[in-house]
């Protein structure tokens, strides 16, 4: 089997996914050529450097993303992978850029979303050069730089290269991943003056957050107005209390997950804004904290906002409280939906206008992704199926998630593949991320064959 032939490189890709988690690319100030950052940019450049010391063409595209090719033809295939990662966050029991491996394991963040597999991709296209396959299709492995926080580096990228015929991501779970939901960021605002009590929670909209903070004016409130509030916060048990000379400041824990299933993590700031209900103020700032307490809370499906919808394909319908600030002047929130594929975006936005505009607030699209549906006859289905059973000998069964991944700029020809397995939490946007070797290097075979497979003439 042309999968197995990957295999020799395993210490070669062990050794290229640990370097490349050292490279801390989290999106940052843009420079010039650097449109999110030094540390994304640096990260580019690792795997576009690996791959011209591989033998294969590379091109980087005003630092938004990057290629290597191989092959000859019209036809063009594609894997895609992201080098960049969200922030590391707090929780951490070894450094999240060590890149520490142990029990069969390297810790890091970005070591399984998505780092490990983009220098396997590498790898396993140089498997299927080295098995001697002169293609007359061209493939490339695609490298984002911009996957966690909107994926406009593939807008850039596609603006100037020609958008392949098919292709897939290994940036989930197998076997096919061939139905996403559609993807929302929306951002809550209110305008006010000054307000008594500041609020600052969450790192990104697709990221449950785990820690949250609130200073309480202890003069402008009264302190025993704020007695009540304070006693509900010591019997919570996780909310930290300190009382300062002219300040409360409240501290809630929570658990980070990731933002397409909000129920895997502990919402922080949810935590922190059902407390805050209870202050002794109204207007400005709390319309926005009694309409985040009243219409989300800790709900993760909608129901109080009148969204609770499904389908059989994608499932329920889910909303994640990402970010949110309270302070003068504005006040915001930044939410990430996920709806069905049966579902109408915009009907779904107009719904939370009208429940938003009760109580004055502002609702602001930031970013839109359509729902992604292959159908399972489709080509390229039929080759990573054969892919996938003759690697594992288990049927390729199609899935459905509510993650974004790059399959969607695909337009409807590509999917999601891989890297993860069934019954393994690897941590992907929490605190201690992890890879398993061994699965590791079982997707490379997986990935190796389906490479071949898209580069078969046989297009059944």
């Known amino acids: 089997m042309i999968g197995e032939k990957v295999l ?8 290229h996914v640990r370097e490349l988690i050292r490279i801390r690319s989290v999106l940052s100030e843009p420079k010039e050529g650097m449109p999110y950052g030094e540390g994304v940019h640096a990260a580019l450049t690792y795997v576009l ?17 990057g290629h290597a090719e191989y092959g000859e033809g019209e036809k063009l295939a594609a894997v895609l992978v992201h080098v960049d990662t969200v922030a590391e966050g707090d929780g951490w029991s070894v450094d999240p850029f060590q890149a520490l491996l142990r029990d069969g394991r390297i810790y890091g963040r970005g070591a399984s979303d998505n780092k490990a597999a983009a220098i396997a991709a590498l790898f396993c296209l140089k498997a299927v050069q080295d098995s001697g396959l002169l293609p007359k299709k061209r493939i490339r492995i695609i490298f984002g730089t911009n996957e966690e926080n909107g994926m406009t580096d593939l807008d850039h990228y596609f603006a100037k290269e020609p958008l392949p015929d098919y292709g897939f991501t290994p940036d989930a779970a197998y076997p096919i991943i061939h139905a996403e939901k559609g993807y929302y960021v929306i951002r809550l ?4 003056p000054s307000s008594p009590v500041t609020l600052t929670g969450g790192t990104a909209p697709n990221v449950v957050p785990d820690r949250c903070r609130a200073d309480i004016d202890r003069i402008a409130l009264g302190e025993k107005s704020l007695e009540p509030l304070l006693q509900q ?9 300190s009382p300062e ?6 501290t809630a824990a929570g658990k980070s997950g990731h933002g397409s299933y909000p129920p895997s993590g502990i919402n922080a700031v949810s935590i922190l804004v059902e407390l805050l209900q209870g202050l002794p103020f109204v207007g400005g700032p709390m319309n926005l904290i009694r309409f985040v307490g009243e219409k989300i809370g800790r709900e993760a499906f ?8 499904s389908d059989p394909v994608h499932g329920r319908l889910t909303i994640n409280l990402g970010q949110m600030e309270v302070r003068d002047k504005e006040s915001m929130a930044l939410l990430n939906l996920r709806y069905p594929v049966t579902e109408n975006g915009p009907s779904l936005i107009d719904s939370l206008r009208e429940a938003a505009w009760e109580y004055g607030i502002r609702v602001e699209v930031l970013q839109h992704l359509e729902p992604l549906y ?16 003759a690697v594992t000998g288990e049927k390729a069964e199609l899935l459905s998630i509510g993650g974004g991944t790059y399959a969607r700029k695909l337009q409807n020809r590509g999917v999601a593949f891989g890297p993860g397995f069934r019954g393994t939490d690897t941590k992907a946007h929490q605190p201690d991320e992890f890879v398993p070797i061994d699965d590791l290097m079982r997707h490379a075979v997986i990935c190796t064959q389906a490479i071949f497979e ?3 003439e046989e297009e059944g």
């Open 302 to 309: 909608g129901e109080s906002l009148g969204l609770a919808v």
């Open 245 to 250: 000379e002219n300040r409360i400041r409240l």
């Open 374 to 389: 292959v159908p399972p006859d489709h080509p390229l289905i039929r080759k990573l199926s054969r892919a996938y059973e």
């Open 454 to 456: 898209m580069l078969d």
């Open 8 to 15: 020799v490189y395993r210490e070669d890709i062990l050794h």
């Open 49 to 65: 450097q690996l791959a011209e010391q591989l033998g294969f063409r590379t091109a980087q595209v005003d630092g938004h993303a």
């Open 189 to 192: 605002s209110v305008e006010h």
């Open 233 to 241: 916060a010591a019997a919570s048990g996780r909310i930290e209390c």
